[in-house]
């Protein structure tokens, strides 16, 4: 059940699909404006680390407009498979529209819930996840649901903004979220409400240890975590036992 976010009764389920359906045509161009243009070339340094082999089958949960999705197409080939899935329709037409432009026909875009995947368990090589973890209900069951679609010995990788270490930076950093990210989006998109949400999702958001022992306790082995840009954001990255 999703547990009431504000007072006025709305779920978090709610308010995030409502943020995301009403930024979708704005969200690439926002996500250069957030992270300094930085977050492609972390969406690339996150495929590399993964390993993604050609042929493999692969499914990008939350995968908003398909950036990741993009990469990892590209990666596993005309004789691979990916799946994206998102709960909002706005994303992923979008997404639709940048596959098209693309011609990756490798792809099929999925609208459901990364809570209840629709999918068999051993059913991917790769499940992956970008600056969506802490927009998700339930963040155990969400990873968890990952490694079950996982193929014994397959990978399970999250990508996602977190918590920097160094006091400093960290001040710098919530500073920007806070009080720069939501005026700018105000003043660039309209949408100052919708990335107000930003800071609020990163609020009990696990740091990057505290997500290493989550990945641990869904049963994922082999971990490995690395820290971008003094730990602005994180890639988390499992595998599934054999």
Same mark, same amino acid.
């Given at each position: ?35 300094? &243009?930085?977050? /492609?070339?972390?969406? #690339?340094? *996150?495929? !590399?680390? $993964?390993? @993604?082999?050609?042929? =493999?089958? +692969? ?35 979008? &997404?639709?529209? /940048?596959?098209?432009? #693309?011609? *990756?026909? !490798?792809? $099929?875009? @999925?609208?459901?819930? =990364?809570? +209840? ?35 014994? &010995? ?89």
């Amino acid at each position: 059940m999703s547990k009431t976010f504000s007072s006025s009764g709305e779920t978090k389920e709610q308010r995030v699909l409502g943020v995301f359906e009403a930024i979708a045509q704005d969200y690439d161009f926002m996500n250069s404006v957030m992270s300094l &243009g930085r977050h /492609k070339a972390w969406r #690339r340094f *996150a495929l !590399n680390k $993964l390993g @993604v082999t050609p042929g =493999a089958t +692969a499914i990008d949960v939350c995968c908003g407009t398909c950036d990741l999705t993009i990469g990892l197409a590209e990666q596993v080939g005309v004789l691979g498979k990916v799946v994206g899935l998102d709960f909002s329709a706005q994303m992923l037409q979008v &997404g639709e529209s /940048k596959l098209r432009q #693309r011609r *990756a026909n !490798n792809v $099929l875009l @999925v609208e459901g819930s =990364a809570l +209840a995947l629709p999918f068999p368990d051993n059913s991917f090589d790769y499940a992956t996840m970008a600056f969506a973890l802490r927009n998700v209900n339930d963040i155990t069951r969400a990873m968890c649901e990952m490694g079950r679609v996982v193929k014994p &010995g397959g990978r399970v990788m999250s990508l996602d903004i977190s918590h920097p270490k160094n006091p400093l930076v960290r001040q710098l950093y919530y500073s920007h979220l806070n009080y720069v990210l939501p005026r700018a989006a105000g003043w660039l998109v309209k949408r100052h409400r919708e990335y107000a949400w930003l800071p609020e999702s990163l609020q009990g958001f696990p740091d990057s240890d505290a997500l290493s022992r989550l990945f641990s306790a869904c049963g994922l082995v082999k971990l490995e975590h690395h820290l971008i840009w003094g730990g602005i954001a994180a890639l988390h990255i499992g595998s599934k036992p054999d």
